[in-house]
């Protein structure tokens, strides 16, 4: 069955750095789109960041431009999120989310998700 | 950035009810529009995409409708396993947004 875990989450001090990982396994993740979604403690759902299987195009948040980077490792079977200059906004639950395969453009499959909290 | 609203932000209903939410977009986005259902302590599941497409194993009693800039989820027959809060998503262009959610409450 498709599975998705996403690991590396923690305690991190403001302007501080950390990376997340999305293991994926139970289909063919090099042929999906994938993303990263957060939620914030009691909010809403914040699109993160996206990255299609050529892995060649790549989409962020204004809210994580230019201090975030996707990437991901198909032989792996592995999504990756490297946080840098974090801020207390960032703190939230983070998920991997794969893209359906019918539309391009919802997640049919979403992992467990790992917190990440920004706090000195 | 396009803009999604949901209303209401939350709706009081029994078993047996028929909920409608709607979510409004703050310019065209033609049908790319999904729906999704999270209870506490989970992540989001896919109910609908493509405005109105089922998605595989979701009950039929959910029905997804609307084109461009309004939209409605619509739940017939509330069951008990149906509490729960709902957020929509665009996905016309990027960023690619939520609505704020629609909380279903027990009345």
């Known amino acids: 069955q498709v599975q998705l875990v996403e690991s590396g989450g923690g305690l991190v001090k403001p302007g501080g750095s950390l990376r997340l990982s999305c293991a994926a396994s139970?289909?063919?993740?090099?042929?999906?789109?994938v993303s990263w979604i957060r939620q914030a403690p009691g909010k809403g759902l914040e699109w993160v960041s996206y990255?299609?299987?050529?892995?060649?195009?790549?989409y962020y948040a204004d809210s994580v431009k230019g201090r975030f980077t996707i990437s991901r490792d198909d032989a792996k079977n592995s999504l990756y999120l490297q946080m840098n200059s974090l801020r207390a906004e960032d703190t939230a639950v983070y998920y991997c989310a794969r893209v359906n395969f019918y539309d391009s453009r919802s997640f049919d499959y979403w992992g467990q998700g790992t917190l990440l909290t920004v706090s000195s | 950035d396009i803009q999604m609203t949901q209303s209401p932000s939350s709706v009081s209903a029994s078993v047996g009810d028929r909920v409608t939410i709607t979510c409004r977009a703050s310019q065209g986005i033609s049908s790319w529009l999904a729906w999704y259902q999270q209870k506490p302590g989970k992540a989001p599941k896919l109910l609908i995409y493509?405005?109105?497409s089922l998605q595989g194993g979701v009950p039929s009693r959910f029905r997804g409708s609307g084109s461009a800039t309004l939209f409605t989820l619509t739940i017939s027959g509330l069951q008990p396993e149906d509490f729960a809060t709902y957020f929509c998503q665009q996905a016309y262009t990027f960023p690619w947004t939520f609505g704020q959610g629609t909380k279903v409450e027990v009345k």
């Open positions: 990255i299609r299987r050529s892995y060649n195009t790549v």
């Open positions: 139970g289909f063919t993740f090099g042929d999906y789109d």
């Open positions: 493509a405005a109105s």
